[in-house]
């Protein structure tokens, strides 16, 4: 495949991919992939998935792999026994392996504010981030934008609409933003009323209209909390304010996300909706080599639609303005709840609308702390888990 625009002297990147059995981590491989003279992969995890990482191992030859389940070290150490590849297992392991000295760049797709310690460590160690885990800005946005000064260390999204505003602001260094139009497609949910989602199923709200992604992200994308982290991650990665940040449903999901500035000037960034695109530019920023994606056609195409957030209907968006208004630990607070609630409706044991109320609850009842320091975001996350776990089971009514 062509290269002709990547400059001969690309330093190879060599990849921590931390979640590498997830749905950006396996897209991130296909990358790697089709580009096997730009990136490397030193480093593969997996939580549980054993089988999808022994696989990835024997095919990219990472130095070292580590899956989070200690259950199934056995399991991983033995197919790879016979490789040059070494076994590790369990959460510090994961912390140690994103530091070691043969990355550059660690790629953060692990799901949930799991990922907050590990990007904090690879920080410190100096490792570039191509960043896929939201959660670790929202609940951490403040440490991590701080530690990333700090050490120097570059944040690139991998987000799409994060993407698209990086894309967008790329030669603009000397003109402030003004507004930031953060696009969503509106999830399969769009349009109905509060009381036509009294009795989704999981199945239904698993079934996303444009994006193929993981389970937590595509219940996140039914409720539009999706969107509420991610203003909350534009508002760490850009510095722009939370009222700068206006979401805007654009249903094709083509506009990934646009940027404003002074002079009335709106710079958008278009593609199909493939998430390898913005996977590979974060690996390869700033140059664009060739890659293997559909292309748009406009003709074909139409027409695109603009509609305002249906925030009554879906209460998970202005929660997440309150949050970030809110500041201190109250992100977190709504993440971990998020999180906790997010898997209990994929459990059926509550509600889709439940699911907002239950966010709600945590972000009235747990002790709010205006200090961030790693250990309080942390003690955060397990009170909030706790006492959603607990509401969960209670079975009171929300
Ligand atoms: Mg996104």
């Given at each position: 495949?062509?290269?002709?625009?990547?400059?001969?002297?690309?330093?190879?990147?060599?990849?921590?991919?931390?979640?590498?059995?997830?749905?950006?981590?396996?897209?991130?491989?296909?990358?790697?992939?089709?580009?096997?003279?730009?990136?490397?992969?030193?480093?593969?995890?997996?939580?549980?998935?054993?089988?999808?990482?022994?696989?990835?191992?024997?095919?990219?030859?990472?130095?070292m792999v580590v899956i989070g389940n200690e259950a199934l070290y056995e399991k991983v150490n033995e197919a790879l026994y016979r490789t040059d590849?070494?076994?590790f297992a369990g959460r510090e392991s994961l912390e140690e392996a994103a530091c070691c000295a043969e990355v550059n760049t660690v790629v953060t797709?692990?799901?949930?504010?799991?990922?907050?310690?590990?990007?904090?460590?690879?920080?410190?160690?100096?490792?570039?981030?191509?960043?896929?885990?939201?959660?670790?800005?929202?609940?951490?946005?403040?440490?991590?934008?701080?530690?990333?000064?700090?050490?120097?260390?570059?944040?690139?999204?991998?987000?799409?609409?994060?993407?698209?505003?990086?894309?967008?602001?790329?030669?603009?260094?000397?003109?402030?933003?003004?507004?930031?139009?953060?696009?969503?497609?509106?999830?399969?949910?769009?349009?109905?009323?509060?009381?036509?989602?009294?009795?989704?199923?999981?199945?239904?709200?698993?079934?996303?209209?444009?994006?193929?992604?993981?389970?937590?992200?595509?219940?996140?994308?039914?409720?539009?909390?999706?969107?509420?982290?991610?203003?909350?991650?534009?508002?760490?990665?850009?510095?722009?304010?939370?009222?700068?940040?206006?979401?805007?449903?654009?249903?094709?999901?083509?506009?990934?996300?646009?940027?404003?500035?002074?002079?009335?000037?709106?710079?958008?960034?278009?593609?199909?909706?493939?998430?390898?695109?913005?996977?590979?530019?974060?690996?390869?920023?700033?140059?664009?080599?060739?890659?293997?994606?559909?292309?748009?056609?406009?003709?074909?195409?139409?027409?695109?639609?603009?509609?305002?957030?249906?925030?009554?209907?879906?209460?998970?968006?202005?929660?997440?303005?309150?949050?970030?208004?809110?500041?201190?630990?109250?992100?977190?607070?709504?993440?971990?709840?998020?999180?906790?609630?997010?898997?209990?409706?994929?459990?059926?044991?509550?509600?889709?609308?439940?699911?907002?109320?239950?966010?709600?609850?945590?972000?009235?009842t747990v002790t709010f702390s205006a200090e961030i320091q790693l250990k309080t975001l942390e003690e955060t996350d397990a009170d909030t888990r706790?006492?959603?776990?607990?509401?969960?089971?209670?079975?009171?009514?929300?």
């Amino acid at each position: 495949m062509a290269l002709n625009n990547t400059p001969q002297d690309f330093p190879q990147k060599k990849l921590a991919v931390l979640g590498s059995t997830g749905s950006i981590g396996t897209q991130t491989l296909e990358v790697v992939r089709q580009h096997p003279d730009l990136f490397a992969i030193e480093v593969l995890s997996a939580q549980n998935q054993a089988d999808i990482l022994i696989e990835q191992a024997l095919e990219f030859k990472p130095n070292m792999v580590v899956i989070g389940n200690e259950a199934l070290y056995e399991k991983v150490n033995e197919a790879l026994y016979r490789t040059d590849t070494k076994v590790f297992a369990g959460r510090e392991s994961l912390e140690e392996a994103a530091c070691c000295a043969e990355v550059n760049t660690v790629v953060t797709a692990l799901s949930g504010a799991a990922g907050l310690k590990p990007t904090l460590k690879a920080i410190e160690a100096k490792k570039n981030i191509a960043l896929a885990n939201k959660e670790t800005l929202v609940a951490g946005g403040e440490l991590v934008c701080k530690a990333s000064r700090e050490h120097r260390v570059p944040i690139i999204p991998i987000d799409s609409e994060h993407s698209a505003i990086f894309q967008c602001l790329a030669g603009e260094q000397y003109n402030p933003v003004e507004k930031i139009f953060l696009t969503g497609s509106g999830g399969p949910f769009r349009g109905k009323t509060r009381a036509e989602l009294e009795n989704i199923t999981p199945a239904q709200a698993l079934k996303h209209p444009t994006w193929s992604m993981g389970r937590k992200i595509t219940i996140d994308s039914s409720t539009l909390m999706n969107k509420g982290l991610e203003m909350i991650e534009a508002k760490w990665l850009f510095g722009v304010r939370p009222e700068d940040i206006e979401v805007v449903i654009q249903p094709e999901s083509i506009i990934h996300s646009m940027v404003s500035f002074a002079d009335g000037s709106v710079k958008a960034q278009l593609g199909v909706p493939d998430m390898k695109l913005p996977i590979q530019y974060a690996l390869s920023y700033p140059f664009r080599p060739a890659l293997n994606t559909p292309r748009l056609n406009f003709a074909e195409l139409g027409s695109l639609h603009f509609e305002k957030p249906d925030t009554d209907t879906f209460m998970c968006l202005a929660l997440a303005y309150r949050a970030i208004e809110k500041g201190g630990n109250m992100p977190c607070i709504m993440n971990a709840a998020n999180e906790i609630a997010v898997e209990a409706f994929l459990a059926e044991k509550i509600s889709f609308l439940q699911i907002g109320r239950l966010i709600e609850k945590a972000m009235e009842t747990v002790t709010f702390s205006a200090e961030i320091q790693l250990k309080t975001l942390e003690e955060t996350d397990a009170d909030t888990r706790d006492f959603c776990r607990r509401t969960v089971a209670s079975g009171i009514s929300l």
